[in-house]
């Protein structure tokens, strides 16, 4: 045997609450991370990621509570990301019992707090996240590709996808490796809360291009969008939120499926 | 109920292991030198942080050498925490612990590294640590490095990453797993409860 892909249930929260919206907007009420962090855990998930977008002061101090009750919990690894901008943000989130930090918007300002994490906690605690997006207005300085005819690139967006940077992903995901990232959770806000199945191209031509793992995001609607993605591309890990959150499929269904369509999974 | 204490280098998550070993009944101190007397029935090296930093807290902060301390107690090294008990690592310049006569190398480059996921065991031979562990159990690994001792006779069960890594060694009083049993649900928790064990006796 070898090492399984990954089946990773994300919880977005806002005000201590999961959330998920369509786009990046429009938020439902999705439950209690606590609780379906325990249940997500017990039901088989390998991982999961927690991303809060608690805009306040008081950021810190949820998301310290909320990864001791996450940790106290659940046995399996996670990740937490969502307004880190610092070494203090970080160590925040991973002295209090997650196993990852996620940085996104935090790591464009500033990109040398990859390396300094990096050399603090190790790589593997490192999550540089991604959230990229196409553009249509091509220049040679970019790395293009076509669909259905149209030419584009793809831009990394910060602030929870509001604003685009000018930065090519491609180019991105190489340089945050060079910096010390241990791992790459790539988003396609195209893709996110459409259920349309993941952004292949994306994927394919992010992993390519690095050397760690990376995790796909956005547009998962079934399993089958997860077989998709598994075969299309080495991508090491799936996340999705919305076919977890709403009861549709379960992770043991969802991960009995995979194994059933020769995906290697953790039963 | 038994007493074990956590060395916490400063840098890493060692509540979800403080957690978990209190979860299988250990009353768990976290320690941060060896200058206190030791009342512990077992100590253990967490898996998260970098090897000189790692390395440097445990020397330069106490007046007693590691050794000294620890005697004959059972000592749990957890990935990184097991990558110092050997010779030295190629993560860094410092010397480890040394006590498994061996080294640190890292992952070919041929594969992703970090290794990072769930993987199987293959059990080579019994050991303390395995006790109740089926074959092909599956762990959570995140790793850079890999251990290389100079006896294979150490190694209780490796996993299959491109190239076979040692995933458990025992070695007298000396415990390590490369993967994280506090994070690899409820065979992880056989695991630290097999550690405990061995702190009663």
Redesign the interface.
Known sequence: MTLTKRIIPCLDVKNGRVVKGLNFESIKDAGDPVELAEKYSNEGADELVFLDITASDEQRKTIKDLVRNVASVIDIPFTVGGGVKSLEDARNILLNGADKVGINTGAIKNPKVITELMELFGRQCVVVAIDAKRNYNVDDSKNVFTENDKQFWFEVFIYGGKEGTGIDVIQWVKDAEKLGAGEILLTSIDKDGTKDGYDILLTKNVVDSVSIPVIASGGCGKPDDMIDVFKESNVDAALAASIFHYETHGVQGVKSYLKDNKIPVRL | MVSVAIFDYG??????LK??LEKVGATVDVITNFDDTNTYSGLLLPG???FD?AMNSIRDFSKIQFKEYVGNMPVMGIC?GMEMFFEKSEEGKEKGLNVIDGEVIILP?SM?????????LEIKKPGKILEGVEN?S?V?????YRVKPESNDVITAES??GIKVPAVVEQDNFYGTQF?P?????V??IMLENFLKECKK
Do not use: C, Q, R
């Not at chain 2, 992703?112 to 199987?120: I, S």
């Not at chain 2, 506090?182 to 409820?186: A, G, L, N, Q, Y």
């Open positions: 840098a890493g998550n060692i509540f979800s957690n978990s998260v942080g970098n930093p990184l480059s992703k590294v970090p290794h990072m996921g769930w993987n199987n092909d599956w959570y690994f995140v790793h850079s299959d990453y994280h506090e994070k690899s649900s409820t992880g928790k």
